[in-house]
T-cell receptor, first 114, second 112 residues
Framework: KAGVTQTPRYLIKTRGQQVTLSCSPI?????VSWYQQTPGQGLQFLFE???????NKGNFPGRFSGRQFSNSRSEMNVSTLELGDSALYLC?????????????FGSGTRLTVV | QKEVEQNSGPLSVPEGAIASLNCTYS??????FFWYRQYSGKSPELIMF????GDKEDGRFTAQLNKASQYVSLLIRDSQPSDSATYLC????????????FGKGTKLTVNP
């Protein structure tokens, strides 16, 4: 059974550019969430999607956005990149919203903004 | 602000010992509790979840939950060098959201 797939694994971008990250959840998982992980702040929730609808959003500026497609694949976009956006971006999927079974994380996308 | 606090560590134990990792949370409405293990350079991996007061055992791992004290812990028995990793406590609140609030993790080193 394939796990959560994130692409690309690594990205280097310049300040002011925008970036799109992709996440394919485990087959049958309809809930996809995104997290940002930095050494200083740890894992911070970005947003959650279920059945193409954003159900919850974390405390990030509007430059961070996302969407989910009908096949449950999700993308997140960061516009006008800042140096502080350098982080590991993790996608996670779960069977259904409201479950107690926790997430399965993908391998992440390491974004470096220079 | 709903918070999850963990001892930052690092925690160092000898091989074969019991490692005890602790976590407190501020939101009394929290419903489910998770422990993730993260090896350096890797993504978090779910090792246990618990949502009822008491203990839950899975192999060498035991999760303990005390909702009255807003406290959850993870015990690792017969610690192995391969257990050396950062352990993340995560809490989910009531409602249908899948949002997890994570602690900043405790780095565990098991010395051979």
């Amino acid at each position: 059974k394939a796990g959560v797939t994130q692409t690309p694994r690594y990205l280097i971008k310049t300040r002011g550019q925008q970036v799109t990250l992709s996440c394919s959840p485990i087959s049958g998982h309809r809930s996809v969430s995104w997290y940002q992980q930095t050494p200083g702040q740890g894992l911070q929730f970005l947003f959650e999607y279920f059945s193409e609808t954003q159900r919850n959003k974390g405390n990030f500026p509007g430059r961070f956005s996302g969407r989910q497609f009908s096949n449950s694949r999700s993308e997140m976009n960061v516009s006008t990149l800042e140096l502080g956006d350098s982080a590991l971006y993790l996608c996670a999927s779960s069977r259904e919203t409201g479950s107690n079974y926790g997430y399965t994380f993908g391998s992440g996308t390491r974004l470096t903004v220079v | 602000q709903k918070e999850v606090e963990q001892n930052s560590g690092p925690l160092s134990v000898p091989e074969g010992a019991i490692a005890s990792l602790n976590c407190t949370y501020s939101d009394r409405g929290s419903q489910s509790f998770f422990w993730y293990r993260q090896y350096s350079g890797k993504s978090p991996e779910l090792i246990m979840f618990i949502y009822s007061n008491g203990d839950k055992e899975d192999g060498r791992f035991t999760a303990q939950l005390n909702k009255a004290s807003q406290y959850v812990s993870l015990l690792i028995r017969d610690s192995q060098p391969s257990d050396s990793a950062t352990y993340l406590c995560a809490v989910k609140s009531q409602g249908g959201s899948e949002k997890l609030v994570f602690g900043k993790g405790t780095k565990l080193t098991v010395n051979p």
